[in-house]
């Protein structure tokens, strides 16, 4: 009896975010990815049809293998599966990147000037029905503007926000975080789809320009960063 006791009096003393501590991240990077023909490690290529290939690469940057995004008058996209990941138990995502080169004069809200040095989409659907919420780096475009847009004859739905320009500068890492959850389930009825994915895209191909970008990794977490050490 007196152990039991004692048992209920040590755990009444425990803190109580170590009984109810939230599951580590799950993080994405490039610390042991190599180049696989046009994509890397893990990741899908996919281009457009007459237009130059954008072109991505494993580099070391500030002593960290990094992805870099390179465009020259093209475009191109990376894909990697989130399918293994619970975004009901992760809904956080952070990400580290940082931009070189901006596509002059590009703006979101402008079909024809429609470019970003780095873009973050997290989506769903098929071959030929795609719908996802965008995360991106833009050149002109005001912060926290937000837009829908189609591509591929609507084929391709994506609702997309601003969450950083030209003003935040360059050769600048920032880490910057959204609750992923929330978005999706504003675009797909209140519900989070279970087959997701995420795509990594570098244009300049409308603007006729170049872009230069990095991303170190992208982060799912059952609770926002805050408090923590954005490294």
């Not at 048992?7 to 610390?31: E, G, K, M, N, V």
């Not at 007459?50 to 992805?67: E, M, N, R, W, Y």
Request: proline share 4%; hydrophobic share 40%; aromatic share 10%.
């Amino acid at each position: 009896m007196k152990s039991n006791l004692f048992l209920i009096a040590l755990l009444t003393l425990l803190p109580l975010s170590s009984a109810l501590a939230a599951p580590a991240p799950i993080r994405i990077d490039f610390q042991k990815a190599k180049q696989d023909g046009k994509a890397v490690t893990g990741w899908t290529y996919k281009g457009k049809f007459g237009t130059p290939d954008a072109q991505f690469s494993i580099q070391t940057v500030d002593g960290k293998k990094v992805l870099c995004m390179a465009s020259e008058n093209g475009t191109g996209s990376l894909l990697f599966d989130l399918s293994n990941i619970d975004i009901e138990k992760y809904p956080y995502m952070s990400w580290k990147w940082r931009i070189d080169v901006f596509p002059a004069g590009a703006d979101g809200q402008i079909t024809e000037k429609d470019d970003q040095a780095i873009g973050l989409y997290i989506g769903s659907g098929g071959t030929f029905s795609q719908e996802s919420v965008a995360f991106r780096w833009e050149t002109e475009t005001p912060k926290g503007k937000t837009g829908f847009v189609k591509y591929g004859m609507g084929a391709v739905k994506v609702h997309w926000i601003c969450v950083r320009n030209k003003t935040d500068g360059r050769k600048k890492w920032i880490v910057d975080e959204c609750n992923l959850g929330a978005e999706l389930k504003k675009i797909f009825g209140g519900k989070i789809p279970k087959e997701l994915a995420v795509t990594l895209s570098a244009n300049s191909q409308y603007t006729g320009t170049s872009s230069l970008g990095y991303l170190e990794y992208i982060e799912f977490s059952a609770a926002p960063l805050t408090a923590k050490p954005k490294k």
